[in-house]
C-alpha cells in the first residue's frame, strides 16, 4: 500500500511542478514534513535518509532503521501461503518467518569484496539449522548480484510484490530483513546489516517483537 501512495505523490508532484523542481520531505511512513521536522530526526542509529532524483522532483526520506508492528492475520495467511507456493515447503504454523530482501542492485550492494559476505551468510545458515522454530527465505525484487551471495543461497521472486508492499515500499540501499511470529507481529530492519544479528533477535523473541524495546 505505501509502494502504491508514494508512486501516486511521485506522479501528482510531478504534474503540478511540470517544468519546475521541487523538494519534498516525507518520513517513514511517507507523509510529507517540513525541512525543519526532517533535520530534526538526526540521529545515525536510528535513521538514515535516502533521496530521489527525478527531472522535477526530488524526494528526500528518513528512514526508521528499525520499525514493528503487526499484520492482520489474513495479511500473515497471504504471506505464508506466498512463501510456500514460492519455496514449495510447507511452513510449520508456529515457525517465525525471516524474509531476507533484496531489492536489486544499488551503490551499496555492488562494492566491496564478497568473498567475506559469502562466508557470513554460510555461517548464519549453518546456524539458523540448530534454531527451533524459525523459516528461512531469500526474496528479490531484481535478481542482478544475488549470485555474488553464495550458491547456497536459494532466491525467490517476490513475484505479487507482497513484501515490497508491505514491509519494503522504497529501495533502501543494500537490503533489508523482516521477522514475523505467528501472531503476526514482525520487526524490520531496513537498510545495510549484519546477517548474524539475525540469531540475538530469535533467541529474544520476547523483546524482539514487543514495541516497547527499540533498539
Excluded at 518520513?27 to 536510528?46: A, G, M, Q, R
Excluded at 505467528?182 to 524490520?188: H, I, S
Amino acid at each position: 500500500m505505501k509502494t502504491i501512495l508514494l508512486t501516486y505523490l511521485i506522479f501528482l508532484s510531478t504534474i503540478v511542478t511540470f517544468g519546475q523542481v521541487k523538494e519534498i520531505y516525507l518520513n517513514d511512513d511517507l507523509n510529507e514534513i517540513s525541512l525543519l521536522d526532517f533535520n530534526n530526526l538526526k540521529d545515525p542509529y536510528k535513521n538514515f535518509d535516502v533521496r530521489f532524483d527525478m527531472d522535477t522532483l526530488i524526494i528526500n526520506v528518513k528512514v526508521q532503521r528499525i520499525s514493528k508492528g503487526q499484520i492482520a492475520p489474513s495479511k500473515l495467511d497471504s504471506i505464508r501461503n506466498e512463501l510456500s507456493s514460492l519455496s514449495g515447503r510447507s511452513i510449520p504454523k508456529n515457525d517465525v518467518l525471516i524474509i531476507n530482501y533484496y531489492p536489486g542492485l544499488d551503490w551499496c550492494n555492488s562494492t566491496g569484496d564478497k568473498s567475506l559476505t559469502r562466508v557470513n551468510y554460510k555461517s548464519f545458515l549453518k546456524k539458523l539449522n540448530k534454531t527451533e522454530d524459525a523459516s528461512q527465505f531469500f526474496v528479490y525484487k531484481s535478481p542482478e548480484g544475488t549470485a555474488e551471495y553464495g550458491e547456497q543461497l536459494h532466491w525467490f521472486k517476490d513475484s505479487s510484490g507482497i513484501m515490497e508492499n508491505t514491509f519494503f515500499p522504497i529501495h533502501y540501499p543494500c537490503g533489508s530483513y523482516v521477522l514475523i511470529d505467528n501472531e503476526g507481529n514482525f520487526y524490520v530492519r531496513k537498510g545495510e546489516y549484519n546477517i548474524g544479528e539475525i540469531l540475538g533477535l530469535l533467541k529474544n523473541r520476547e523483546t524482539t517483537f514487543d514495541p516497547a524495546f527499540q533498539k
